[in-house]
């Protein structure tokens, strides 16, 4: 068989689970992961190079109805990564039928010349007959090549999702070098890194209201040391009183956090450096959006 290769988008509502999938399917930490909607905001494009394929995934933000201009930003962001993909990996859970909102977001997938591949992840929790009711709905949509349950955590029927998604991509030299992870860049990586240790720390609104920058980032030349220096920007004052903490207690945990998965990451030592900067109204702002995003 022929080398195959291309950009396969993984699409879904939010919270389903798309980079906990494509993280399991990488074998390696490439996007970060958080129980909470919305975590995703960028199209991450993560790339698996196997000796038979090179599968260029691209994360995309889950879709939901937007609640302001962020969140429109975000459903905009998922839908433009469907330009000139090979292949869409739809992701749902077991509910036992299709949801309403995915019924809106498939008409507009439908019309794609490219084979769509439906994921039904959490498959592991599935009750009663939910996950072949689910199944049985979604193939009657007649649009899926294939559907596949599976569980992103537990990593069931992880290889035969990759290996069906594989068969549908064309024959092609690979289109990045092979040790590439991500087409990224480490400030991107280190300011998402930072943003997890946010939204696993803190509650309620804050995590919406937060984006992260890295305003400095280099290797030290007289030791194995990579400086980091990012700041966490919020909507409103009340919001860096949380995230400082009392005695800057939560933002040292943060720090810490999201330090120690940089070391992981880079396999050397990392000094981080965090502020908290207010900006007023941030996610109701076209252009604080692109700009604090990178999008």
């Not at 955590?153 to 992880?158: A, I, S």
Request: aromatic share 6%; proline share 7%.
């Amino acid at each position: 068989m022929s080398y195959r290769s291309g950009t396969v988008a993984v699409l879904g509502q939010t919270n389903v689970g798309k980079s906990t999938f494509i993280n399991a399917v990488l074998g390696r930490k490439v996007v970060i992961v958080s129980d909470r909607p919305q975590t995703t905001r960028n199209r991450i494009r993560c790339i698996l190079t196997t000796p038979e394929a090179q599968v260029v995934f691209v994360d995309t933000p889950g879709l939901h109805q937007p609640l302001n201009k962020l969140s429109s930003h975000l459903v905009r962001q998922a839908m433009r990564a469907l330009s000139g993909v090979d292949v869409v990996a739809y992701m749902v859970e077991p509910t036992g039928g299709v949801e309403p909102y995915d019924v809106t977001v498939l008409a507009k997938i439908k019309p794609l010349p490219c084979p769509k591949v439906l994921l039904v992840n959490k498959s592991d929790r599935a009750r009663g007959n939910s996950l072949p009711e689910t199944l049985l709905a979604y193939e009657a949509l007649g649009m899926f090549a294939d559907l596949i349950p599976i569980s992103a955590v537990r990593g069931t029927n992880l290889d035969r999702a990759l290996a069906v998604i594989v068969g549908h991509l064309p024959p092609g030299e690979p289109l990045f070098p092979p040790d590439l992870a991500t087409d990224r860049p480490l400030e991107f990586l280190a300011a998402e890194l930072v943003r997890e240790k946010v939204f696993q720390t803190t509650f309620q609104e804050i995590p919406y209201s937060t984006a992260v920058t890295v305003e400095h980032i280099a290797e030290r030349e007289d030791k194995p040391l990579v400086e980091i220096y990012a700041s966490i920007h919020v909507a409103k004052d009340s919001q860096k009183g949380i995230i400082i903490g009392s005695g800057g207690q939560k933002l040292k945990e943060i720090g810490t956090l999201a330090r120690q998965e940089l070391e992981l990451l880079l396999g050397k030592k990392v000094f981080l450096s965090l502020q908290v900067k207010v900006r007023p109204k941030w996610t109701e702002s076209e252009e604080e959006i692109v700009r604090l995003t990178g999008e």
